[in-house]
Each structure stands twice: as structure tokens, then as C-alpha cells.
């Protein structure tokens, strides 16, 4: 039996279970055959048996949380764009933004979190909104938060240089007004560029509290084609965990049908022509009531 038969057959389903626990993701049947790839390319890397590889992964060292990094960037979809749908975007830019911040006018703050943030694309697209929709933005305490599991697109979210296809769709005037053009490549000019932090944070991981991540207050939080990758009771459980770190009136807004059939009976579900978007009730106990 060749080695990657051998691994197929005795430690796919641990594995499986293993990346469920530590990511969220959920590793289809269609996939299968990706995944035994992926881990066996890291296998050779490191010259290790499927079964020590599994003792690895398994442990809670540095050195396995380095290679999670590594098996991470492998099992990840990055694909992200600029403005990516333009009727959520719409939505953003003409009822949501403009209510929370008339709503927040007497504080001029304002805390907006991009979950499963890549590259950085759809934080900086919020950057732009902000700034065409809030002249007195150096008035205003803005915080834009994008957070990844995966350390190297949070690395080039940092360094805001993008390829044309990030640009897809993207309104020429805002191509010319917010980036620089770097060779064959964009770059986000600073004034927008500073506003983002990027940072890592697992979204599955129990309790955001117990990170630096400064996750919690938020006005809005958009987490969009990142639960298309997980299991159904870890949709569940990170729903709950975005309901807490919103603020009351706070909005969630997720990709279209990511999270239909899961119960969303703590929020206040709002359908508008564009798209669907969650809010955190003003009373909590009133919406289960
Ligand atoms: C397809 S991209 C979506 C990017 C952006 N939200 C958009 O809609 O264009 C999915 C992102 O979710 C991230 N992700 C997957 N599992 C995660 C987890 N457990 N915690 C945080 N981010 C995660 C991936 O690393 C990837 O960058």
C-alpha cells in the first residue's frame, strides 16, 4: 500500500474531526480527495508518518500552532473582492451606514468588524463607504476590524496591494479616487489604508473575550461567505458568538442563505429588498418572548 493509500485509509476520518474542532471547517466528501492531498503535501514537508503528523496536530505546542498556519493557508478559500455584491453594498451605503451614524452621532464612534476578512478587500470597502459617507471622519472614533484564521492573507490585507481582479465590478471613479497604481498591481492609498486594523482570530474558538482581539461593541459586523465552509453546529455556535459582541441595535450581516435554516430567534431578522440582515434586538428578552 502506497504511503497516501495508507493515510487514506487509517486517518482521514480523525483528521476530518480533528480540522472540524480546530477550524470550523467541514471537510465534504467532494473534498476528500483535496484534503488527503493537502495533508500529505505537509507530511513530506516535514518528513513525517501520517500518525505522527496526527500526534502533532493534535498537541497544544508552538510548534503545532505553526503548522496549523501552515495546513490552514492550504484548507482556506481566500477568494474575496472589492464591493463584493453590489446590492448588500448598497444596502450598507444607503440605509444601514447612514442610521448608525445618525444613531451614533453624540459619541462619534462608530465599530464595524469584517469576520473572515482575507484579504482585506471587504474591510477596505467598508473604509471607502465611511469615508464618502462621514466628511467630519477625523471627528469620529472609527474602529474597522477585519479578523482571519489565516495569518498570511492577513499579511497581504496589511500591505493593501491588489491584483485587477479584486476589482471586479468596482466602479472605475473608485479605482482612481482610493488606489495608486504599483506596476501591474493597486495599492489602497494610506488615508484609507490606516483606517483597518487586521488581526488573527478564530472564529470557532470559544470565547472571544479571552483574546487581544478587541472584538466586542460592535455597530456591524459582516461575516459573508465564510459559513458556506462550516459545520451546521459550528454556524450555530459562532451565530451566538457574533450576537454577543454586537452591540443592542447592532447588525449582522451575513451572505445570502448562509444562515437561513439555523435558529435566529435572538435576532430581529429584517428583510429588505436587497438583502436579509440580522439585528440584535434592543431588549434581548423581547424577541424570544
Ligand atoms: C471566501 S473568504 C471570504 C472573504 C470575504 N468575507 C468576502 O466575502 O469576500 C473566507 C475567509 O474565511 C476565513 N475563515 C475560515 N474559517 C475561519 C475561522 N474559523 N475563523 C476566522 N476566519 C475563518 C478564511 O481564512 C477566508 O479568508
Redesign the pocket.
Known sequence: MSQIESFKSGFSASFGQLIAEQ???AIRPSAQAALYQKIFQRMQVLQLASPEYYQLMNSKTSESDREWQHL?TLL??????FF?DKEQFSLLKNSILPELIQRNRSTQTLRIC?????TG??AYSLAILLTELLPDQEQWNIKILG????LE?LQKAKLGLYRSWSFRGVDGRIQQRYFQSRGHEYQIIPSIRQLPQFQL????QPDFSATAVDFKDMDLI?C???FI?FERSTICAVLDRLYHALNPRGYLLT?HAEVYDQDLENFQVKVFPESIIYQHPNDPIAVQE
Open positions: 477550524t470550523g471547517l490552514i482556506t478559500n481566500p477568494e474575496s473582492y463584493r469584517s469576520a473572515g476578512c482575507s478587500e471587504e479578523v482571519d484564521i489565516n492573507v482570530l478564530n472564529l470557532v459582516l459573508r461567505n465564510v465552509y451572505g
